[in-house]
């Protein structure tokens, strides 16, 4: 659970604090010995750091984070991507814009993040990530169809749907890219 609390805590820009990334990680608090909290963090730490390396997790701040400079998340990528997307609708940039949607999700690949994991943090992730990537994705592709573009359209609609086959919304902007 602790390697999926630090991905979570990436994904919230790292503003985890120490007690709600013990929660989040089931590491039990007992005020009146904190050292038993710190040991099952390092404990924790330690059996993560065997999995991604020694350089993997950074220790300098009060919760663990990842050492993005030597790994790769695909779910922490998908979410830069449509931040990506988001800026590049804002700064009039279509193209870009929906480059980088197809590749939130390409990574995605329609997969439940943090699945089986129902504590708030995780639960609000999971929305919060769904409700970008539909934004996203509608956004682009009735920018790519009053653009005339529906090809681009279709590509990310279509994409879209096999993700999200169960969305309204998507499948009208897919039958409109198609019809187009």
């Known amino acids: 659970a602790t390697a999926l609390v630090v991905v979570a805590n990436e994904l919230v820009g790292g503003r985890l604090k120490r007690d709600e990334f013990l929660e989040a990680a089931g590491i039990e608090v007992d005020h009146n010995d904190p050292k038993l909290a710190r040991d099952a963090v390092n404990s924790a730490i330690y059996r993560l750091r065997d999995i991604v390396g020694q350089d993997g997790i950074l220790t300098d701040r009060a919760t663990p984070r990842l050492n993005l400079a030597v790994l790769r998340v695909d779910l922490i990528e998908a979410a830069a991507f449509l931040r990506e997307a988001a800026d590049a609708m804002q700064q009039?940039?279509?193209?870009?814009?929906?480059?980088?949607?197809?590749?939130?999700?390409?990574?995605?690949?329609?997969?439940?993040?943090?699945?089986?994991?129902?504590?708030?943090?995780?639960?609000?992730?999971?929305?919060?990530?769904?409700?970008?990537?539909?934004?996203?994705?509608?956004?682009?592709?009735?920018?790519?169809?009053?653009?005339?573009?529906?090809?681009?359209?279709?590509?990310?609609?279509?994409?879209?749907?096999?993700?999200?086959?169960?969305?309204?919304?998507?499948?009208?902007?897919?039958?409109?890219a198609l019809e187009a």
């Open 92 to 176: 009039g940039r279509p193209a870009r814009a929906r480059d980088a949607a197809i590749r939130a999700l390409d990574l995605t690949r329609g997969e439940v993040p943090f699945p089986t994991l129902y504590e708030g943090l995780f639960e609000e992730l999971r929305d919060e990530l769904e409700l970008r990537l539909r934004s996203v994705v509608l956004r682009a592709g009735a920018l790519a169809l009053r653009e005339g573009d529906a090809e681009e359209a279709e590509s990310l609609a279509g994409r879209a749907w096999r993700i999200l086959p169960g969305d309204d919304e998507v499948a009208e902007l897919y039958c409109r």
